[in-house]
T-cell receptor
Framework: GQQLNQSPQSMFIQEGEDVSMNCTSSSIFNTWLWYKQEPGEGPVLLIALYKAGELTSNGRLTAQFGITRKDSFLNISASIPSDVGIYFCAGRNYGQNFVFGPGTRLSVLP | NAGVTQTPKFRILKIGQSMTLQCTQDMNHNYMYWYRQDPGMGLKLIYYSVGAGITDKGEVPNGYNVSRSTTEDFPLRLELAAPSQTSVYFC????????????FGPGTRLTVL
């Protein structure tokens, strides 16, 4: 089946730093989603992207739908301890089910 | 709204035992999904349903069964538990229109020994 790659696999940052992560696909998508999962919980939707080039923010989080439609990016500004978790991307084309990436594990050091 | 609820939260099974994982949503979503999440991996789709009475296989359906008799409920059945089914199971639901953003339950952690 389709595969998504997420980079980096994990990252350790200092509180206050900005974070960048990305998600790439071998197929083009028309919808990208970004989720956050905290320990022992289900994924929670952060941002949804619907067209190529779109840039959408949710507080300190900003996500972009790549121009090639094969990638998406998530940035977190001024990280805080509660940003800790696993960030998943998901993408799909019309009429298809979402495919999920393996996640980027974020640790924030005080 | 409670959103998507799942029971039980944890379960340990012996090889060959059976069990049903329960999932209920109160958002009147037509679409419902079952995923499994293995360590370090993304979510893999087991089964999904586009409405009551309609179910379809996802990427990894072997060893599982589902039914959808109501809009709210979408139980997942394991008939003969195997160690390979040790995983965390998530149920999700979504509207059929729009971008189809999925809303997830808190998960069921299953261990098969």
């Amino acid at each position: 089946g389709q595969q998504l790659n997420q980079s980096p696999q994990s990252m350790f940052i200092q509180e206050g730093e900005d974070v960048s992560m990305n998600c790439t696909s071998s197929s083009i998508f028309n919808t990208w989603l970004w989720y956050k999962q905290e320990p022992g919980e289900g994924p929670v939707l952060l941002i949804a992207l619907y067209k190529a080039g779109e840039l959408t923010s949710n507080g300190r989080l900003t996500a972009q739908f790549g121009i090639t439609r094969k990638d998406s990016f998530l940035n977190i500004s001024a990280s805080i301890p509660s940003d800790v978790g696993i960030y998943f991307c998901a993408g799909r084309n019309y009429g298809q089910n979402f495919v999920f990436g393996p996640g980027t594990r974020l640790s924030v050091l005080p | 709204n409670a959103g998507v609820t799942q029971t039980p939260k944890f379960r340990i099974l012996k090889i060959g035992q059976s069990m049903t994982l329960q999932c209920t949503q109160d958002m009147n979503h037509n679409y419902m999904y079952w995923y499994r999440q293995d360590p370090g991996m993304g979510l893999k789709l087991i089964y999904y349903s586009v409405g009551a009475g309609i179910t379809d296989k996802g990427e990894v359906p072997n060893g599982y069964n589902v039914s959808r008799s109501t809009t709210e409920d979408f139980p997942l059945r394991l008939e003969l538990a195997a160690p390979s089914q040790t995983s965390v199971y998530f149920c999700a639901s979504s509207y059929p229109t729009g971008a189809g953003e999925q809303f997830f339950g808190p998960g069921t952690r299953l261990t098969v020994l």
